[in-house]
């Protein structure tokens, strides 16, 4: 075979290696896949998949004016209980960010986890749950509400209400595991977790916290919380 040969099969091999390459980088011992979850009005909302194997996975929905990267504290524990994972930027944030975001994208927010759970589902994946963070909490439940398939949802700093994305009507007909995070000092999501702890009718579990400390902070700054819903996950 003559140089010419080899190095045009070279090219060749190397064109349909690039044609199939997912992008993706090591963090630790983890394998993070960067992919791009399309709504149906054209939004692309970039998301990272971390794959495990198993058929358990858990969508991650982060805080207001943050991004999916603020969850990255946790994905080694979560990993460590065999659970894939799942985290994308809501509309407007991260690298989906804009100026300003209308209540017209808030309001989608919710319609966009479905994304996220058939991307789970297309990988094997069918036992999900919900993990969200102040807005993303509200998120997560009003999604999981309607669709049978969220096997149960953790909220940390829920609110009744967050830019326009109301928990109340969601609360009285969730019927699945469900815990509730929230700190004593972070006065409206304390007020709202126990108005939302007192209407609901599932499987709930309330865990209250020292301090002022909001959504995902309250993991950040409680190695006890961590291990408390690694525990709750895996016993619900």
């Known amino acids: 075979m003559g140089i010419k040969t080899i190095a045009l099969t070279i090219v060749i091999i190397l064109a349909i290696a690039f044609i199939f390459y997912n992008p993706q980088e090591e963090v630790g011992t983890v394998i993070k896949q960067k992919i791009t979850l399309q709504t149906s009005d ?28 603020s969850w990255d504290f946790l994905i080694p524990d979560l990993r460590s209980k065999e659970y894939s994972i799942l985290t994308f930027d809501l509309r407007g944030h991260g690298e989906n960010q804009i100026k300003e975001i209308s209540q017209e ?29 102040s807005i993303g909490a509200n998120i997560g439940l009003n999604y999981a509400v309607r669709d049978p398939k969220i096997h149960r949802v953790a909220l940390l700093s829920p609110g009744i209400e967050y830019q326009g994305i109301n928990t109340l009507d969601s609360i009285k007909r969730y ?7 929230a700190s004593e000092e972070n006065e409206y999501s304390w007020n709202s977790s126990n108005k939302l702890f007192s209407l609901s009718k599932s499987k709930i579990r309330f865990e209250p916290y020292k301090g002022n400390l909001h959504g995902i ?6 190695q006890s919380s961590r291990e408390l819903l690694l525990k709750w996950l895996g016993e619900n």
């Open 42 to 69: 054209g939004t692309s909302l970039n998301a990272d998949f971390y794959p495990e194997n198993s058929n358990k996975g858990i969508i991650l929905i982060h805080m207001y004016q943050q991004d999916r990267t």
């Open 175 to 181: 019927n699945r595991p469900l815990l509730i995070m």
């Open 217 to 222: 902070e309250i993991l950040k700054q409680n």
């Open 105 to 133: 994208d808030f309001n989608k927010m919710s319609s966009d986890v479905e994304l996220a759970l058939e991307y789970l589902n297309g990988q094997d994946i069918q036992e999900v749950s919900i993990i969200g963070a």
